[in-house]
């Protein structure tokens, strides 16, 4: 699945497939689905965000847009650095929305289970 969203007034390309949880595990050395339902937590919470969730959420928002476009720079902070502004409260539910969407599943069971 792929999106555009827009930070800082430009359209930033990602993408979510079933290769992310391994992009993430190997950029980052952490477990994309603890680290996704983790944030997911936090975010529902209505607490202010930790420092780690944040940190998360940079990391997710890399590796889907790194995945998007591999041109883009290939350090993260290198990354953040292109906008002004990257609001998590406007990114993350589209960034959730993505990744909850490739875990659709896309063919029809073929045999009923009983």
Not at 7 to 21: C, E, L, N, Q, R
Not at 66 to 76: G, L, M, N, T, W
């Amino acid at each position: 699945m792929e999106s555009i969203i827009e930070i800082d007034g430009k359209k930033v390309p990602f993408k979510a497939t079933a290769s992310t949880p391994r992009r993430y595990r190997s950029r980052f050395g952490r477990d994309f689905l603890v680290d996704f339902r983790k944030l997911e937590g936090e975010m529902n919470s209505r607490e202010d965000l930790t420092s780690e969730a944040l940190t998360i959420f940079e990391n997710l928002a890399y590796t889907m847009a790194k995945q998007a476009d591999p041109d883009i720079p290939s350090e993260p902070d290198d990354w953040l650095d292109e906008f002004e502004t990257f609001s998590i409260y406007l990114v993350l539910p589209e960034i959730v929305k993505l990744w909850k969407l490739s875990e659709l599943p896309t063919a029809e069971q073929k045999k009923k289970l009983d």
